[in-house]
C-alpha cells in the first residue's frame, strides 16, 4: 500500500476510507485478504458507532424520566415526554393524545402540524390502542392509518397502556428505524406510569379539600384560597367580598325529620350555590350549616348574586314544603380593600359578626 486516511465528517456518520495500492505480481492473493480484512474492521467500527449512539439517546431517554417524576399535572407530563423526544430521539413532529370518553384528544404536539381528535375506532390512534401494540412504517402501508397531512410518509405510533398512544411522523419515508420504536415503548411506558402517578395525587388532593357530604371545598381549603387571594389582592391592589351563609333554623329540620334527612337538605342547598354563582365565584362549606361564598370582585354584581342565592332558597324552601319550620338563609359580608388590608381570620370574623347582625330581629 502507498497510502491509507480516514475521514469522518461527524460523529455517528459514516467513515470513509481512502487506499492508494500497486498490486505486484504474485500477491494478488495478499492484496484480497487485507482488503477484507480492512472491511470487516470499517464493519465493526461502524457497528460500534450505531452502538454507541443508541447507548447514548437511551441515557439522554433515561434522565429524562428523571423530569417526567417531578411533573405536578397530566400536561406536564405529556409536555415532557413529546419535548423529550423531540430533543433526545430528533423527531420533527411527535404529539401524545389520550383517551376521553370515545375520543382521543391531543394533549400536546410539536412540529408544524397540529394533531386532531379521533373518534372511537378511527385512524391508527384507535388501532395502536385496541390492539395493544406499536406500529411503524410507511403510512401507505398500515391499514386504517388516516394522516392528518397527505405530506406525511412514515410514522410510528405506540400505545401508551389504555391511557392514550404517542406518534411520531416524518415527511421522509422509512424515517424511523427498530431502535427508534424500542426507544419510544420505553418512554410510553414511563409516561403511564406518570401519568397514573399525577392522576392518583390530584384525585387524593381532591378528597383532601373536599367536603364529603356536599362535594364543595372545604374550610381547610377555604384558608389557603383564603391567604393566596389576599396576597394576590395585595400585590395587584384589587378588592373582594367574602359572604358567610347560614341556614336559619336548620335544627328544626334535624329535630322533625332527622339527621339523614337534614344531610339531604345541605346537599340540595350545595346545588342552589352552583347553579346560581357565577363560575368565577368559590362556595366552600364552613362547618355544619355555614357556607362561605368568595367574590373575587367588590362591585353591585356581589351584592346581585347574593339576592339571587337568597330568593333562590326561598324558592327551594316552598318547593319542598318546609315553609312551617321558617327555613332561610343569612348572609354576612365583609370586604377586603389595599386600603385597609385584613388577615384571613379578621375578614370571617367580620362577616360572621355581619351575619349574626342580620340575623337579630329590627
Keep these: 500500500f502507498e497510502g491509507i486516511g480516514l475521514n469522518r465528517t461527524a460523529a455517528g456518520e459514516p467513515i470513509h476510507i481512502h487506499l492508494r495500492w500497486r498490486v505486484f505480481p504474485g500477491y494478488e492473493h495478499d492484496y484480497s485478504r487485507v482488503l477484507v480484512s480492512i472491511l470487516d474492521i ?3 467500527v ?16 433515561h434522565r429524562a424520566v428523571w423530569d417526567l417524576q417531578r411533573c405536578r399535572t397530566v400536561e406536564e407530563v405529556c ?3 413529546v419535548e423529550g423526544a423531540h430533543r433526545i430521539l430528533g423527531f420533527s413532529i411527535c404529539n401524545i393524545g389520550l383517551v376521553e370518553g370515545d375520543m382521543i384528544v391531543p394533549v400536546v404536539t410539536v412540529g408544524e402540524i397540529r394533531a386532531r381528535p379521533f373518534k372511537r375506532g378511527e385512524g391508527l390512534v384507535w388501532k395502536t390502542l385496541e390492539k395493544q401494540r406499536s406500529f411503524w412504517g410507511e403510512l401507505g402501508e398500515i391499514p386504517g392509518a388516516k394522516p392528518v397531512d397527505a405530506r406525511l410518509k412514515s410514522v410510528i405510533s405506540v400505545p401508551i397502556g389504555d391511557l392514550g398512544v404517542f406518534q411520531a411522523a416524518s415527511f421522509e419515508p422509512g424515517a424511523f428505524t427498530e431502535d427508534d420504536v424500542r426507544l419510544v415503548e420505553i418512554l ?5 406510569e406518570e401519568i397514573r402517578r399525577v392522576r392518583l395525587e390530584e384525585q387524593l388532593r381532591e378528597q383532601a379539600i373536599r367536603d364529603p357530604l356536599t362535594g364543595l371545598y372545604n374550610r381547610r381549603h377555604l384558608m389557603e384560597i383564603l391567604e393566596q387571594e389576599v396576597r ?17 333554623n336548620f335544627k328544626r329540620i334535624n329535630d322533625r325529620y332527622g339527621h339523614p334527612f337534614g344531610d339531604e337538605v345541605l346537599k340540595e342547598v350545595a346545588d342552589i350555590f352552583r347553579k346560581t354563582l357565577r363560575e368565577s365565584d368559590l362556595i366552600f362549606r364552613y362547618g355544619g350549616d355555614e357556607f362561605v361564598l368568595l367574590f373575587p370582585e367588590v362591585d ?9 342565592v337568597k330568593e333562590a332558597v326561598a324558592r327551594w324552601v316552598e318547593e319542598r314544603g318546609l315553609d312551617s319550620l321558617e327555613i332561610g338563609i343569612s348572609l354576612g359580608m365583609a370586604v377586603w380593600r389595599p386600603e385597609a388590608p385584613l388577615s384571613p381570620e379578621e375578614l370571617l370574623r367580620r362577616a360572621d359578626r355581619d351575619l349574626y347582625r342580620s340575623k337579630r330581629p329590627s
Aim: charged share 35%; proline share 0%.
Design 188 to 192: 410510553a411506558g414511563h409516561v403511564g
Design 42 to 44: 470499517t464493519d465493526r
Design 232 to 248: 394576590r389582592a395585595r400585590e395587584e391592589e384589587y378588592s373582594f367580598v367574602v359572604l358567610v351563609a347560614d341556614l336559619n
Design 46 to 61: 461502524e457497528m460500534e458507532e450505531k452502538l454507541r449512539t443508541y447507548v447514548d439517546k437511551l441515557a439522554a431517554l
Design 300 to 308: 353591585g354584581s356581589a351584592l346581585e348574586v347574593a339576592q339571587k
Design 79 to 81: 409536555r415532557t415526554a
